[in-house]
């Protein structure tokens, strides 16, 4: 509040917020503690973000009391020449960025903490300094001006959540070690993208970022033993918490190694004593084979039966049919074929998985047809779709994902759309080589956010959707922007005048087109070839989910007639992706498929179709897109919805598969139910 103050040193009236203010943070750590022990997570410094930006919004520049320092976002492209860098600052920057973490900018400053750090733990001081430089480097990345460089703004919540993830509540390992650098680097993109985002309100940044990052990599659920997260009732400093995590480690392989004892000692219950008698009892297949015998004999002493003809008409339907089976649905056969094959083999198959996932369709097939509508619509956006599914899958296995997830494509399909996005709102147009770069680095963010979220939304039985999607493409859109020297995305701006309609330049034709239009713009494509495509190859796998598809692209072209929308983009379909999206969660993929959740699933799209509107114009703002905000927002609303109709049936998520294998699911449930009842 003191660096802030736009009043200058020994403002003595400051004092009386400033007493204020600190009163808030103790009930603010109480309140968010309760909370954030659900999962066992530190406050960290929350309760400081949420008051100093509280009393930053409530006052700002123009208070006549207590004015705060102006801050202004960026409106121009950065005069930068990489001739004056001057090195020495920049390795000045490091102490600084540490001593930033309190505000001061002083390098000797920097040093003394660093001091006081090495006191306590050689560690922290260690990976506050490796943090430190991790964000001096990462702001060199993208061409920030070197006066904030110097100053160590970018470099403070780097040390933090460096320090956070490298031992102190993770257990120090060279897993954990990298795990830091990784959140660091995360934190040091996340916070450019926050600080221009809060610039356009007038607020500072603080440390917003590195509780976001690190609440964000503390919340990974990890098979690596190596990625040992630590009670928080047993965190102290790194290295008592390292030798905590080897007392762990070394009980659970001492237990491990008595249980296999125990087992070597029992003996074996299959070794029978032989009495040279007959047995006791029979066993098993002895009794089926019996069984059988009797039954064949009883078929011969009725008298011979005529073998029955079946119509050869109809052994080629069941051919057929079971032939189908094998490419529709989730092609299950399939993936149980692939378990013994090379993995790169596999490999193929998960990413054609992920990128069809993206419309909830887990068939490769599908994911096949789905890379052939991109080629049609852009073989550059299919480049950056491709690569950004085969990290962001590398990137889950790295992190010791769940491999039957994995499998499925569920780690994949946020890392199709960070790709195909980041290339459309590239300014740079097409084949533009250096975008491939943050296009590896953003969709390896995916599968943190997806272990993150998954953790959170566990607790409801929620799936995440496309929010590591959305949460990704903001960050990256927000830190870059359309004034960035190396990455510059488009203009978005809001709106400022009533759009000029006429009513009789309505096309229908372009109006139907905009329903296929509309779904493949879930892809970001807009050439109504592809949209076909898509529905092709949702087709293939679930025909209602193809049909669902298009009658949500349909309510959402509707809905924004209803709000006069300007033609061109209702023609573009960009109001019929979340709708479309929307009305297939809701239309037998998370429901079972009724009648009343099909009406529920058109609602849904309706909702998301409105929501979308007010998210739009609220991100315009910002200059970043709506992305599918709304869609995620609408379908997790629907879905946290409680009902006593039995028609309005939510699966568990681990029954989830695709809408006709569902709603047998849930017929063959509600037949047990009834059976149950009877009894």
């Known amino acids: 509040m003191a660096v802030f103050s736009d009043k200058g040193d020994y403002y003595w009236w400051l004092l009386p917020p400033v007493a204020v203010i600190s009163m808030a943070c103790p009930i603010l750590s109480s309140a968010l503690g309760s909370i954030f022990s659900k999962w066992d997570l530190p406050v960290f410094t929350l309760p400081f973000n949420i008051a100093v930006t509280l009393y930053?919004?409530?006052?700002?520049?123009?208070?006549?009391?207590?004015?705060?320092?102006?801050?202004?976002?960026?409106?121009?492209?950065?005069?930068?020449?990489?001739?004056?860098?001057?090195?020495?600052?920049?390795?000045?920057?490091?102490?600084?960025?540490?001593?930033?973490?309190?505000?001061?900018?002083?390098?000797?400053?920097?040093?003394?903490?660093?001091?006081?750090?090495?006191?306590?733990?050689?560690?922290?001081?260690?990976?506050?300094?490796?943090?430190?430089?991790?964000?001096?480097?990462?702001?060199?990345?993208?061409?920030?001006?070197?006066?904030?460089?110097?100053?160590?703004?970018?470099?403070?919540?780097?040390?933090?959540a460096c320090t956070a993830?490298?031992?102190?509540?993770?257990?120090?390992?060279?897993?954990?070690?990298?795990?830091?650098?990784?959140?660091?680097?995360?934190?040091?993109?996340?916070?450019?993208?926050?600080?221009?985002?809060?610039?356009?309100?007038?607020?500072?940044?603080?440390?917003?970022?590195?509780?976001?990052?690190a609440l964000l990599f503390l919340l990974i659920n990890s098979e690596n033993p190596a990625i040992y997260k630590i009670p928080l009732c047993k965190v102290t400093h790194p290295e008592a918490n390292r030798i905590y995590y080897l007392r762990m480690r070394r009980r659970a392989s001492e237990s491990r190694r008595e249980e296999q004892k125990r087992k070597e000692q029992k003996p074996n219950d299959d070794s029978k004593i032989n009495t040279g008698g007959t047995p006791l009892c029979t066993p098993k297949t002895l009794q089926n084979i019996n069984m059988e015998n009797s039954l064949d004999v009883k078929i011969e002493t009725k008298g011979e039966r005529k073998p029955i003809?079946?119509?050869?008409?109809?052994?080629?339907?069941?051919?057929?049919?079971?032939?189908?089976?094998?490419?529709?649905?989730?092609?299950?056969?399939?993936?149980?074929?692939?378990?013994?094959?090379?993995?790169?083999?596999?490999?193929i198959d998960w990413v054609l998985r992920g990128i069809s996932q993206v419309m909830f369709v887990n068939n490769p097939l599908s994911g096949l047809i789905v890379v052939a509508g991109f080629l049609v619509q852009n073989p550059w956006w299919t480049l950056t779709g491709c690569l950004a599914t085969v990290v962001s899958t590398l990137t889950a296995l790295t992190l010791g994902?769940?491999?039957s997830a994995i499998a499925a494509g569920l780690y994949g399909y946020n890392g199709v759309l960070v790709?195909?996005?980041?290339?459309?709102?590239?300014?740079?147009?097409?084949?533009?080589?250096?975008?491939?770069?943050?296009?590896?680095?953003?969709?390896?963010?995916?599968?943190?956010?997806?272990?993150?979220?998954?953790?959170?939304?566990?607790?409801?039985?929620?799936?995440?959707f496309?929010?590591?999607?959305?949460?990704?493409?903001?960050?990256?859109?927000?830190a870059s922007g359309p004034h960035n020297l190396f990455f510059p995305t488009s203009?978005?701006?809001?709106?400022?005048?009533?759009?000029?309609?006429?009513?009789?330049?309505?096309?229908?034709?372009?109006?139907?087109?905009?329903?296929?239009?509309?779904?493949?713009?879930?892809?970001?494509?807009?050439?109504?070839?592809?949209?076909?495509?898509?529905?092709?190859?949702?087709?293939?796998?679930?025909?209602?989910?193809?049909?669902?598809?298009?009658?949500?692209?349909?309510?959402?072209?509707?809905?924004?007639?209803?709000?006069?929308?300007?033609?061109?983009?209702?023609?573009?379909?960009?109001?019929?992706?979340?709708?479309?999206?929307?009305c297939i969660a809701i239309g037998g993929m998370f429901y079972a498929f009724t009648w009343q959740t099909h009406v529920l699933a058109v609602a849904c799209a309706l909702f998301s179709a409105y929501l979308g509107a007010a998210v739009t114009n609220m991100l315009s703002v910002f200059g970043v897109p709506s992305g599918t905000w709304s869609?995620?927002?609408?379908?997790?609303?629907?879905?946290?919805?409680?009902?006593?109709?039995?028609?309005?049936?939510?699966?568990?998520?681990?029954?989830?598969?695709?809408?006709?294998?569902?709603?047998?699911?849930?017929?063959?449930?509600?037949?047990?139910?009834?059976?149950?009842?009877?009894?």
């Not at 001091?115 to 964000?135: E, F």
């Not at 089976?325 to 149980?336: N, Q």
Request: hydrophobic share 45%.
């Open 401 to 403: 994902q769940d491999r």
């Open 631 to 679: 869609f995620c927002l609408s379908a997790l609303t629907f879905l946290l919805i409680t009902t006593n109709n039995s028609a309005i049936y939510k699966l568990p998520l681990s029954k989830v598969t695709y809408p006709e294998e569902n709603r047998a699911y849930y017929l063959k449930m509600k037949k047990h139910q009834r059976s149950c009842c009877e009894v």
């Open 309 to 347: 003809r079946q119509n050869p008409l109809n052994k080629a339907g069941k051919r057929v049919c079971r032939a189908v089976g094998y490419i529709t649905g989730d092609m299950k056969e399939f993936g149980a074929w692939l378990k013994d094959k090379p993995l790169m083999i596999q490999f």
């Open 56 to 160: 930053f919004a409530a006052t700002g520049h123009y208070n006549a009391f207590f004015p705060t320092t102006l801050i202004k976002p960026v409106a121009s492209v950065p005069n930068i020449t990489w001739s004056e860098v001057n090195v020495p600052l920049l390795l000045q920057s490091i102490p600084i960025g540490v001593g930033q973490v309190y505000g001061c900018e002083n390098p000797w400053t920097g040093g003394i903490i660093l001091v006081a750090l090495l006191v306590s733990s050689p560690l922290i001081c260690l990976h506050s300094a490796i943090g430190s430089t991790v964000g001096m480097f990462a702001a060199l990345s993208i061409a920030t001006p070197f006066d904030s460089i110097y100053l160590g703004l970018h470099n403070y919540n780097c040390a933090l």
């Open 165 to 213: 993830i490298g031992g102190m509540f993770y257990a120090l390992t060279w897993q954990t070690h990298l795990l830091s650098l990784a959140c660091a680097l995360f934190c040091a993109y996340s916070g450019a993208g926050l600080a221009n985002a809060l610039s356009v309100l007038g607020l500072p940044l603080c440390t917003w970022p590195f509780c976001f990052s």
């Open 466 to 478: 496309t929010l590591p999607f959305n949460l990704a493409l903001t960050l990256y859109l927000a």
């Open 491 to 582: 203009v978005i701006q809001p709106a400022t005048a009533t759009p000029n309609l006429t009513w009789t330049d309505a096309e229908l034709p372009m109006l139907l087109q905009s329903i296929p239009v509309g779904v493949g713009q879930v892809y970001g494509c807009d050439n109504p070839w592809t949209g076909g495509i898509f529905l092709i190859a949702l087709f293939i796998s679930s025909p209602l989910i193809c049909l669902h598809a298009a009658i949500g692209s349909a309510v959402g072209m509707l809905a924004a007639l209803s709000l006069a929308t300007p033609f061109s983009k209702i023609y573009s379909g960009l109001w019929g992706y979340n709708s479309s999206l929307s």
């Open 419 to 464: 790709g195909l996005l980041m290339a459309v709102f590239s300014a740079k147009g097409d084949y533009h080589w250096w975008l491939l770069l943050p296009v590896a680095l953003v969709s390896m963010t995916c599968p943190v956010f997806t272990s993150a979220l998954g953790s959170v939304f566990c607790k409801w039985d929620l799936p995440v």
